[in-house]
């Protein structure tokens, strides 16, 4: 089974940036697309972005279009999201979820 792993979150400015690393454990996950989502303080989750297997498709909220890109090295095993133009509103706990697990997530918290 494959098991996320998120990592990069931390403490950041309005209009900074940050890049999370979602990255696999166990059976390779060369062979699944992989969704970010996030869930602010005291809010259900989100969806904030999505790339297929092969890289050829990305999806993002609106809410972060031209801010975040996403993208992913398989010989990592490793999906990044960048984050630039931070705003407070970002605030939350990423996770990744790949094959239909969840990772534990990873907080960001952006201050104004």
């Known amino acids: 089974q494959v098991q996320p792993v998120e990592s990069g979150g931390g403490l950041v400015q309005a209009g900074g940036s940050l890049r999370l690393s979602c990255a696999a454990s166990?059976?390779?996950?060369?062979?699944?697309?992989t969704t970010w989502f996030r869930r602010p303080p005291g809010k259900d989750y989100e969806f904030v972005a999505s790339?297929?297997?092969?890289?050829?498709?990305?999806n993002f909220a609106d809410s972060v279009k031209g801010r975040f890109t996403i993208a992913r090295d398989n010989a990592k095993n490793t999906v990044y999201l960048q984050m630039n133009s931070l705003k407070p509103e970002d605030t939350a706990v990423y996770y990744c979820?790949?094959?239909?697990?969840w990772g534990q997530g990873t907080q960001v918290t952006v201050s104004s």
């Open positions: 979820r790949v094959a239909g697990v």
């Open positions: 166990g059976r390779t996950f060369s062979g699944y697309g």
């Open positions: 790339i297929t297997v092969d890289s050829t498709r990305t």
